[in-house]
C-alpha cells in the first residue's frame, strides 16, 4: 500500500510529537558505539522532518534530548551535544528550503555557552519561516516543565498580577513551553516502549497515541505516512460520544 496517497488532505494533524526511541539499541544490535545511533537517527529526522512538511503538519516536535538524559554516561552525553551542534549547522538548508522555524522547549540554561549559541543562532536564522515548525524538545521534561511554569504562576499571584480564580486549563497552558502551539493531535513513539516518558503530559489529554516496534533509524517516511492513515482512521471523541451509534 502506498500510504502517502492513502493520507486524506484536509485531516492531516496539525501538530505530531514523536518520542524517538531506539537509537542505542538500533547500535548495540550492530556491535556499534550507542552514539553511532544517534549519528544514524540524524538522517531520520531529517527524512521525517521533510515528510512532515510535505503533507502539511504546521508544527512536528521531537524529543531529542530529555532532563533525564544528562545522567547518561559523559561519553554519550557528550556525543549528543557534538551532533545536536553539527547538525544546527548543517541542516539550515533544509530548514530553509521547506520554510522550516526551528523552535526549541526545555532548560536551554542547562547546555553549554557553545551549545546554547548554535541554539539562538539557528532560532534567529530561521525566525522568517512559516511553513512549519520543528519544536526540538531540548533539556525538556514534563515535570520540569510545569514546575517551572507553577513557579511562574505562584510569583504572580503573589505579586497580585494574577487573580486564583482567573487559573483554569487555558491560562495554565499560557504558562507552558509549548504556549506557542496548538496541544499534539498525534503522539508517535518508535523503539517498541509503549510509555510517554515525561513528555508533553499536560499537552497529550486528547493526542492519539500511536507505537512503532521500529527503532527511530529505521524509521522511514512511508512509516510515517502509515501512522497519518491510522490516525486518520480513529475517531477523536474528546470525551465526548461516538457521532455514530454503535450497530447492534
Ligand atoms: C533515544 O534513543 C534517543 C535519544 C535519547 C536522542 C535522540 C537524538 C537523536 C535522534 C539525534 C538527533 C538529536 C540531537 C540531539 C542532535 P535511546 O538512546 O534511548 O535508544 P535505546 O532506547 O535503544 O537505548
Not at 522568517?128 to 510569583?155: C, H, I, P, Q
Request: glycine fraction near 6%.
Amino acid at each position: 500500500m502506498n500510504f502517502l496517497q492513502a493520507i486524506q488532505p484536509d485531516r492531516v494533524p496539525a501538530h505530531v510529537a514523536v518520542i524517538m526511541d531506539g537509537n542505542g539499541r538500533w547500535a548495540q544490535k550492530r556491535g556499534l558505539e550507542r552514539a553511532q545511533g544517534h549519528i544514524e537517527g540524524v538522517n531520520s529526522v531529517r527524512r521525517i522532518t521533510e515528510a512532515a512538511c510535505r503533507i502539511g503538519v504546521k508544527y512536528l516536535t521531537l524529543y531529542a534530548f530529555s532532563t533525564e538524559n544528562w545522567n547518561r554516561p559523559k561519553a554519550e552525553v557528550n556525543a549528543l551535544m557534538g551532533l545536536l551542534v553539527s547538525c544546527l549547522h548543517k541542516e539550515m538548508p533544509l530548514f530553509m528550503k521547506n520554510g522550516i522555524r526551528l523552535r526549541i522547549i526545555g532548560d536551554m540554561e542547562s547546555f553549554s555557552p557553545e551549545v546554547r549559541q548554535a541554539m539562538n543562532e539557528a532560532l534567529q536564522h530561521t525566525q522568517g519561516n512559516t511553513r512549519m515548525d520543528l519544536v526540538l524538545a531540548l533539556g525538556y521534561s514534563s515535570r520540569w516543565e510545569l514546575t517551572e511554569a507553577f513557579r511562574k504562576m505562584a510569583g504572580k499571584v503573589k505579586e497580585g498580577r494574577l487573580q486564583i480564580q482567573d487559573i483554569d486549563a487555558e491560562k495554565i497552558a499560557e504558562f507552558l513551553a509549548t504556549s506557542f502551539m496548538p496541544d499534539p493531535d498525534l503522539l508517535i513513539r518508535t523503539g517498541g516502549e509503549r510509555r510517554v516518558s515525561n513528555f508533553l503530559l499536560w499537552q497529550i489529554a486528547y493526542a492519539e497515541m500511536y507505537f512503532s516496534p521500529v527503532f527511530w533509524p529505521d524509521f522511514t517516511e512511508e512509516m510515517f505516512y502509515e501512522s497519518i492513515v491510522e490516525y486518520q482512521s480513529r475517531e477523536r471523541r474528546f470525551g465526548n460520544v461516538p457521532t455514530k451509534p454503535a450497530e447492534a
